[in-house]
């Protein structure tokens, strides 16, 4: 039921069953959700279904979707948010998703969608849909996702960097250098050896954006990349201005 309602419409229904939960005694907000989303099928309105085809749209105008939005029923909502993030993976709606993330008053709300965003990215995600995620990311929030799943995500773009593959890497290294500060701990060595072999890369915005993040190490990731720096490493690029 969860995946047939959504999740976020499961989780608003299960909210709203609050207080049923408590006089039943009960503790399982799921199981509640899948009680609501039974007894009460939805199908999504004209509205719903034309605000979301606004917001995929490539000549949308992002700015007004939040404001949209709320126009819409609480289930209606649900719904198209739901339909954003299913497709966020293939890039389509991205920016509108994205820019109500970054307008949301409530911290929680936008943490729960950004989740599920960075998992429909990391599951099947391409190089274009993860390069628009980071670039667009507020990176206070990006940091308070689940650091598992921060590490699952953040561990197949370094290896997409590995893999220098031009097309992939001119999106993904600019991206990812914007939002280095939400790498977990377990990552941070292979992203610096990811960088100084980007570095030397023909790539041509993935080798600039690469040195400049070289050139610009935040104390925590400076400490890894002297960790990586060995002496075979030093012998080689002593003459790079980012070894300075």
């Given at each position: 039921v969860l995946f047939r309602s959504g999740v976020?419409?499961?989780?608003?229904?299960?909210?709203?069953?609050?207080?049923?939960?408590q006089s039943q005694g009960s503790t399982s907000a799921t199981h509640s959700a899948e009680q609501a989303a039974s007894a009460v099928p939805?199908?999504?309105?004209?509205?719903?279904?034309?605000?979301?085809?606004?917001?995929?749209?490539?000549?949308?105008?992002?700015?007004t979707f939040p404001r949209k939005l709320q126009l819409l029923s609480e289930r209606d909502r649900a719904y198209v948010l739901d339909q954003l993030v299913q497709r966020f993976s293939k890039g389509a709606g991205a920016e509108?998703?994205?820019?109500?993330?970054?307008?949301?008053?409530?911290?929680?709300?936008s943490l729960i969608l950004l989740e599920q965003i960075v998992r429909q990215a990391t599951l099947g995600g391409t190089a274009e849909a993860r390069a628009k995620l980071m670039h667009l990311v507020p990176l206070n929030l990006f940091m308070q996702v689940n650091e598992g799943l921060r590490q699952t995500f953040f561990e197949d773009a370094v290896a997409i960097m590995e893999r220098d593959q031009y097309i992939e890497v001119n999106l993904l290294t600019p991206a990812i250098t914007r939002v280095q500060g939400a790498l977990?701990?377990?990552?941070?060595?292979?992203?610096?050896?990811?960088?100084?072999?980007?570095?030397?890369?023909?790539?041509?915005?993935?080798?600039?954006?690469?040195r400049a993040a070289l050139s610009n190490l935040p104390q925590e990731l400076v400490a890894?990349?002297?960790?990586?720096?060995?002496?075979?490493?030093?012998?080689?690029?002593?003459?790079?201005?980012?070894v300075d």
């Open positions: 976020i419409q499961a989780q608003i229904v299960a909210h709203r069953l609050g207080v049923i939960q939805y199908v999504p309105t004209k509205d719903a279904e034309a605000v979301l085809a606004e917001a995929l749209s490539p000549i949308t105008t992002i700015e509108a998703l994205m820019n109500l993330i970054g307008r949301d008053s409530d911290a929680n709300q977990p701990p377990e990552i941070r060595h292979s992203y610096i050896k990811a960088l100084i072999s980007q570095a030397k890369s023909s790539a041509w915005q993935g080798a600039p954006a690469a890894a990349a002297f960790e990586v720096l060995d002496g075979r490493t030093l012998y080689w690029e002593w003459q790079n201005p980012w």
